[in-house]
């Protein structure tokens, strides 16, 4: 049997049972090893039945002592079966699982794991699990047993077996393809061992052994595969940029002088542009620290260097804002900028796209509409897309076919810890803008329940009345039956004839049409609307420097990072601006959360207590933002070995070695076997 053999050349696995091993994503035997427990359930300590403990898991080896027996009681089948040791019996029983009476025979010994019970006066095992004790070796019972991740049809017990069975005949031929002087670096056990004891530890010794080598392994081996797409996308033969003094200019046409983080980045810019190498740099910044304001200084300098520069935003309403800002910066320059949006008429829309296939289009702002296959550019130099913590790896892969010969940046309003960005984001160059303009100011934050609601608004009344403006956020559109929160529908009925009366309150939402949308964001960024009720849509990037409070309904809510975002929708100007965060929640995370909004305006700080909350999956939304689906690693919690995986990865792709070096081969493969099936990448 080889590991690359599909599973039904497994003993006992026939076209069905292979189906639904297909289903758990099991292909192969080499997959089947592969499915690592979810949890382990200790059952190493074993029980005589005078032992039980009440309320308790017990593990116990028993004789069937009678012929095993249905009743029906209403709709409910209940199997009995009396049990027995050398220490007394006792009634196991099983609700609604007849076919049990068949699967357990008289005088026949079996291990048992189940809830004991006493209940008047009656004493039970409640649905025990239980395995043949035929002098084969135990699974089920008596030491550390592994909980695997099913699908209907296939059990705990089945997959177990399977796994037992397989494992024993492959074990010899697992083969071991972390470099020795790696392994003994990082103390890290043989294949063989960690593989057999993450499905059946030994102990608990041996399962933290097993455990630390696959997870080092499984990061490892991402890292290389990174550094490999990386590799790949590191291609020559970009176009060369002029620097025609562009800092300073940028500055002078902006009216201000950028800080030393964003002067560093764009030094960091100039340098890729200037070689012939392919730029792939990632922009991290938190919201306001001008991540923008350089993305101009590098779209100026590929215009001026006779190429076209294109600017991706999320959201129209993002790519209409930074249409205006763009306009206005290039403006100084006597270069014309264009918006291609969704929503245009299908004939402007071929007149922008005619524009930009010859070459007329120098700077071209948009929606995803503009890497779509229709668009074609005459010789486009820059790719931007903004907002990026929305796209995943595939979308950035799409990305930079679109833009073949093309430099790319990518912002980010999400700062992540280093160690995580370089696995997010492992194919690309990464600049941090750790620093926000001068004078910026602390934004007031205040968490308060909704017993504070006519104060609140009250104060965002006071606030408009001095000629501010306010943003409320709801979570919802319209009010749900099943979901308690806020909906901007209700609130908008309940404020503008009572608190708001007399005020230019309107709502915001995702089911609105584009041009609707884009009027109401209009209004209230030239100041007709006061108040703007509204869903997470104004989450990104909106500038409205004239808007001072914040106010989010339903905090809980909301993740630590997207209330970060929504706060830096205030505080663009020169007024004192306030976030108001309202919720009833009285538990733990969100009391949690709402401490360190309070406490601090960090976007890092905030991502890395936000990430400790919720986890990785969570945090990124998973697959959407293109983490790659880990088996074992937790990237949160394993955040020590992903440190040392990836300083040894760093370390082993200094040179070639690792690729042409035949020793390294079967590690080679296996980057290659996870990761770039078909040169494409598979994450
Ligand atoms: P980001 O894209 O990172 O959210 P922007 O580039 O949009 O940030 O900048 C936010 C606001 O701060 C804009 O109004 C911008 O003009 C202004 N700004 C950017 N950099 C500076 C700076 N160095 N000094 C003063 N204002 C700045
Ligand atoms: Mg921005």
Known sequence: MLLSDPVTSIKGVGEKKAQLLN???????????????????????????????????????????????????????????KLKDDT?????????????????????????????RKRNGRREIISPEFERADGREVLGGGRIVPVYHLTSGISQKVLRSLIKMTLTEVKAQLPDFMPLSIRKKYCLCERNFAVSN?????????????????????LFVLQLALFEIKGLSERSGGPVFKNNNILARTQKALGFDFTAAQKKVVKEIINDTSSKNLMNRLIQGDVGSGKTAVAMAAALMAVESGFQAALMAPTEVLASQHYESFKQFFENFGIEVYLLKGSLKKREKDMVKADIADGKVKMVIGTHAIIQ?????????????????????????????????????????????????LILYGDLDISVIDELPPGRQHIQT?????????????????????????????????????IEAKAVDTMIKEVSQTEFEG???????????PDEKESVMRDFAEGRIQILISTTVIEVGINVPNATIMLIENAERFGLSQLHQLRGRVGRGKHQSYCILVTDSKSEQTRERMKVMKKTNDGFEISETDLKLRGPGEFFGTRQHGVPQLKIANLYKDSEILKEAQEAAKKLNKDNVWRENIDYEPLFRRVRELFLQGGRIGI
């Open 503 to 513: 005020l230019n309150v309107s709502v915001l939402h995702g089911k609105m049409k």
């Open 373 to 421: 296959k229709d668009v074609e550019f005459d010789n486009l130099g820059l790719v931007i897309t903004d907002e990026q913590h929305r796209f995943g790896v595939n979308q950035r892969n799409i990305l930079s076919q679109k833009a073949e010969n093309a430099h790319v940046i990518v912002m980010t309003a999400t700062p992540i810890p280093r160690t995580l960005a």
């Open 198 to 218: 993450i499905h059946f530890p030994e102990n608990s010794e041996s399962f933290f052994m097993a455990r630390r080598r696959l997870v080092f392994e499984e």
């Open 446 to 482: 205040y968490a308060v329940n909704s017993s504070y609601h006519s104060r609140a608004y009250a104060f965002v009344r006071k606030e408009v009345e001095k000629g501010r403006q306010a943003y409320m956020v709801c979570p919802m559109i319209e009010e749900s039956d099943t």
């Open 88 to 116: 007394g019996s006792i009634n196991a029983v099983w609700y609604n699982q007849p076919y049990i009476k068949n699967a357990v025979k008289k005088d026949e010994e079996y291990i048992f794991t189940g809830e004991y």
């Open 23 to 81: 289903h758990l994503g099991i292909f192969t035997v080499g997959g089947l090893i592969e499915h690592f427990p979810r949890e382990y359930d200790d059952r190493s300590e074993v029980r005589k039945i005078s032992d039980f403990v009440e309320d308790e898991e017990n593990t116990f080896f028993a004789w069937v002592d009678a012929v095993p027996e249905n009743v029906h009681i209403g709709k409910m089948a209940i199997t009995k079966v």
